[in-house]
């Protein structure tokens, strides 16, 4: 459990059980859907996410603002720029 939690996501993508590239897929269609300055945390499993969030994040001039791992989990912290 992460007690340091800053900032509040506005909406929570849940892609434990998809694989490349069904959580960057899903990710993009969902932030498309939010406004700017909103903050969207994915939550995956596959290891691929671990670059490809990140990766998709930054080339879709969004903020990755925090990254971490719980157990078998892999969470991101998006903020939609416009």
């Not at 498309?32 to 499993?45: K, N, R, Y």
């Given at each position: 459990?992460?007690?340091?939690?800053?900032?509040?996501?506005?909406?929570?993508?849940?892609?434990?059980?998809?694989?490349?590239?069904?959580?960057?897929?899903?990710?993009?269609?969902?932030?498309?859907?939010?406004?700017?300055?909103?903050?969207?945390?994915?939550?995956?499993?596959?290891?691929?996410?671990?670059?490809?969030?990140?990766?998709w994040?930054?080339?879709?001039?969004?903020?990755?603002?925090?990254s971490?791992?719980?157990?078998?989990?892999?969470?991101?912290?998006?903020?939609?720029?416009?």
């Open positions: 459990m992460r007690e340091d939690k800053e900032e509040k996501e506005n909406y929570v993508l849940d892609c434990v059980g998809l694989y490349c590239p069904a959580p960057v897929m899903n990710a993009r269609e969902t932030i498309d859907q939010l406004s700017p300055g909103d903050i969207m945390e994915v939550i995956a499993d596959d290891l691929a996410a671990q670059e490809d969030i990140p990766r994040a930054k080339r879709s001039g969004h903020t990755l603002l925090k971490w791992k719980e157990e078998s989990e892999l969470h991101f912290l998006i903020q939609k720029e416009e």
